[in-house]
Nanobody
Framework: QVKLVESGGGLVEPGGSLRLSCVAS????????MTWYRQAPGKEFELVAD????????TYPDSVKGRVTISRDNAKNTVYLQMNSLRPEDTAVYYC?????????????WGQGTQVTVSS
């Protein structure tokens, strides 16, 4: 059974920092691209960051570039999202996603999400 479990969300003041974690089980973690998405109330899912398997190449959209860092520890089956200089518009539920394509089949798994609220 595949499980992705996020943690680390909470309430933080503007300008503060949070580190989210996502622990995966039931998959060969090192072979998966790991992605953090977020969804704010009334808005669509937004990609926050992703990190490739093997070379750990990272990608960030302009909305978070320079404030967010994604990293992975394959020995711990864990992906992290370090968020700094948080803004009220970063308030959302943050989801961890793992995906890979093998023999033309896509394997795609999601966590349950963790709430991040940025407010004074």
């Amino acid at each position: 059974q595949v499980k992705l479990v996020e943690s680390g969300g909470g309430l933080v003041e503007p300008g503060g920092s949070l580190r989210l974690s996502c622990v995966a089980s039931g998959i060969t973690f090192s072979a998966y691209t790991m992605t953090w998405y977020r969804q704010a109330p009334g808005k669509e899912f937004e990609l926050v960051a992703d990190i490739s398997p093997f070379l750990s190449t990272t990608t960030y959209p302009d909305s978070v570039k320079g404030r967010v860092t994604i990293s992975r520890d394959n020995a711990k089956n864990t992906v992290y999202l370090q968020m700094n200089s948080l803004r009220p518009e970063d308030t959302a539920v943050y989801y961890c996603n793992a995906w890979m394509v093998f023999l033309a089949k896509k394997y795609d798994y999601w966590g349950q999400g963790t709430q991040v609220t940025v407010s004074s």
